[in-house]
Every structure is written in structure tokens, then in C-alpha cells.
């Protein structure tokens, strides 16, 4: 798989598995874009779209369920889907249950959303495809190999 751009230091290293027709010439939209690496390795983004090709949603699904339950987690699932164009892409990082266990403490809210939960990061993808309507899922990084810890889990494509 080609990669998007070169790696430079201070690059976000799961740049290295996005492929260039996802991004170029696309209306994109990365949703918790955390420091913005990616964001800037794409590229700026010049203004806004009502519609979108390409969506990024990384290590951003745990802080939505612990903040705003199974509920907000759907609500983001589906919204993305009335976001994007048809044969557009949605690129999501999960993280795993054992980070939400970790992650359960930093709020009242996200204490009692936790103990709620009933969705399951390893039922996302049945919800998706299922329940959303995405016609097909594509794992293009289960591990990114050397990279800094944070940045090694799965990275599924789901296609509109």
C-alpha cells in the first residue's frame, strides 16, 4: 500500500497506512484531531463542507462513549454516515475495552457512562456495517510496527 507522504519526525505514523486517493482533491473532515498531525499531514483543509469523501475518526470513539454513552456513540456513527458522499470512506481508530477501563475515572460522567455501556468496541464494526449501512470494512493497519505507544492499534476503512 502506497503511503500518503513521506514520514517526517514529529509525523503522526499512521499516515503511513492511508492511501493518497482517499485524501486528494477530497472534501476531508478528522474529527478530534488531537494535537493535528494528521490534519496537517494532509494538508490545511480549505473551508468547510457540507458533505465529505473522506472522514478520519481517530482514538476519538472511547471519549465519545465515556462522555456521552451507547447513545452519543450511535449518534456519531450515524451522523458521520449523513456526512459523507456516496462511495465516500470512513477511517476509524477504536480502542480497545482495557483503555475505557482505564479512562473509566477522569469524570462522574465518564464513571457512570461506563458502568452503562452496553456497546462493545468489538461489536462497532457488526453496528456499521449492519445497523449504519456501510457496504464493506477494510483493516489497513492492525499494527503499525515501531511506532510510539498509543498509535498501534487496528485502523478499519468503511466504505458508503
Known amino acids: 500500500m502506497k503511503a500518503l507522504i513521506d514520514r517526517n519526525v514529529g509525523e503522526d505514523p499512521r499516515l503511513e497506512a492511508f492511501k493518497k486517493q482517499w485524501f486528494e482533491n ?21 473551508g468547510c463542507s457540507e458533505q465529505y469523501d473522506t472522514i478520519l475518526c481517530l482514538s476519538v470513539t472511547k471519549w465519545i462513549h465515556l462522555n456521552w454513552g451507547d447513545d452519543g456513540l450511535v449518534t456519531l456513527f450515524v451522523k458521520i454516515w449523513r456526512l459523507l458522499r456516496p462511495g465516500g470512506v470512513f477511517i476509524m ?3 480497545p475495552w482495557s483503555s475505557y477501563k482505564n479512562n473509566r475515572l477522569v469524570s462522574e460522567v465518564a464513571k457512570e457512562n461506563f458502568n452503562t455501556i ?17 457496504r464493506s470494512v477494510e483493516l489497513i493497519a492492525d499494527r503499525l510496527v515501531g511506532t510510539v ?3 498501534n492499534r487496528p485502523i478499519e476503512v468503511y466504505h458508503k
Request: proline content about 5%.
Open 149 to 151: 505507544s498509543g498509535f
Open 93 to 95: 481508530e477504536p480502542q
Open 26 to 46: 477530497k472534501d476531508c473532515l478528522d474529527i478530534g484531531c488531537n494535537q493535528g498531525l494528521v490534519t496537517i499531514g494532509l494538508e490545511s483543509m480549505d
Open 118 to 134: 452496553c456497546i462493545y468496541p468489538e461489536s462497532f464494526r457488526e453496528i456499521l456495517l449492519d445497523k449504519i449501512g456501510f
